[in-house]
């Protein structure tokens, strides 16, 4: 009944219906973030979400949506391999539209943004289900996703200088973090773009940029302490991100004002975490 009543919503453009509260509605689509099939959590949910929130229909009401999108950060946090992940991936992917909506048109005070951004930071390193797609239910997709809202919160007026360091360092936290399994899904790619776009606010000095690099090249360079231990998950992580920085650094649109400097620290990471293919050998 659920599903027929949405595909009507969607039919007719996703005007917010007349014939039920705004409260009701958003109170079903926030339980539906969690919902194992992907065309109700996906296609219905957070489309639909994403879209009023982006048509303004929260306007009036963005901060305690926001607020419902933290408190799902939480839901099951810490479990792994249960579908309690779907929840806080995209209450994480609405909480950025939330972010996102502000900062087109202010309309949240700029501590309650902050505390958005610690709790964005608070998931993204505890989060331990690391699924990219799960076979019958979809993506889950926990890191990219919360990438993507750290990357638009990146680019927040209300996130200085000291907050952006912070998401730097959340990202090297989360990049060098012990795994259990290799990350393919895109997810070093979406963790660079968060990098990305903190670079491209113009406020970060190399003098706090290149240190922060030689922290990564250094778990990138790093070698497993067990023979048993796959050496992929103790650096894999780390050498997949800096080689995904340079790309979005070298190829990628609005490149920051200090892009040439930057490439040339990242030439140099990459030759230290690439000795096999990058350095010279001596015959």
């Given amino acids: 009944m659920a599903g027929a009543y949405w595909e009507q919503v969607h039919a007719s453009g996703l005007a917010v219906p007349s014939d039920r509260a705004l409260d009701d509605l958003t ?5 539906m973030l969690g919902d194992t099939d ?28 926001g607020d419902g999108m933290a408190t799902g950060l939480g839901v099951g946090l810490g479990e792994r391999d249960t579908d309690t992940v ?15 909506r502000d900062i087109e048109r202010p309309l949240v005070v700029g501590s309650k943004v ?20 799960v ?7 926990a890191l990219a996703h919360g990438a993507d809202a750290m990357a638009t919160l990146a680019r927040s ?7 952006l360091t912070v998401i730097l360092d959340v990202v090297a936290d989360r990049v060098l973090m012990p795994i259990e399994r290799p990350l393919t899904n895109d997810e070093a790619d979406r963790l660079a773009n968060i990098t990305m776009e903190v670079l491209r606010r113009e406020l970060l000095s190399l003098s706090i940029v290149e240190p922060w690099i030689a922290r990564l090249v250094a778990g ?5 302490t067990r023979n048993d231990h796959d050496p992929s998950l103790t ?33 140099d990471a990459l030759r230290t975490t690439n000795p096999h293919t990058l350095q010279q050998r001596s015959r």
């Fill in 157 to 163: 007026p209300h996130v200085a200088r000291p907050e």
């Fill in 86 to 100: 779907f929840r806080r991936s995209f209450s994480g992917l609405v909480l950025g539209e939330c972010i996102a």
């Fill in 220 to 224: 990138a360079s790093a070698r497993a």
């Fill in 38 to 65: 992907p065309a109700l959590r996906d296609g219905t949910a957070y489309s639909t979400l994403a879209t009023w929130v982006g048509r303004g229909v929260y306007d009036d009401l963005l901060t305690g949506l």
């Fill in 235 to 267: 650096r894999g992580n780390a050498e997949s991100f800096l080689r995904s920085l340079y790309l979005q650094l070298a190829l990628g649109q609005r490149p920051p004002e200090g892009r040439s400097d930057l490439l040339l620290v990242m030439v």
């Fill in 27 to 31: 109170a079903e689509l926030t339980t």
């Fill in 135 to 141: 076979p019958g239910k979809g993506w889950a997709h």
């Fill in 114 to 133: 902050l505390e958005w951004g610690d709790r964005l930071a608070t998931w993204l390193l505890r989060e331990r289900d690391l699924r990219g797609f």
